[in-house]
């Protein structure tokens, strides 16, 4: 099993079409996923974001 892992915007509820795919070592996709939702779609920075975005991350692979 990979400790890599990715998020892909694609799937994400999104006015935007947005296309962005970010994959690393968890803390740092969370990290980058976490500021790409405040700064390019407008979500607040709250421990929920940051939980569901966790919660939404995969297995890179």
């Given at each position: 099993?990979?400790?890599r892992?990715?998020?892909d915007?694609r799937?994400?509820?999104?006015?935007?079409?947005?296309?962005?795919?970010?994959?690393?070592?968890?803390?740092?996709v969370?990290?980058?996923?976490?500021?790409?939702?405040v700064?390019?779609?407008?979500?607040?920075?709250?421990?929920?974001?940051?939980?569901?975005?966790?919660?939404?991350?995969?297995?890179?692979?």
């Amino acid at each position: 099993m990979s400790d890599r892992k990715m998020v892909d915007c694609r799937t994400m509820p999104s006015d935007k079409n947005c296309s962005l795919t970010i994959a690393g070592r968890e803390e740092e996709v969370l990290k980058a996923a976490v500021e790409h939702a405040v700064s390019s779609h407008g979500h607040p920075n709250t421990p929920e974001l940051r939980e569901g975005i966790r919660q939404m991350l995969k297995d890179e692979g």
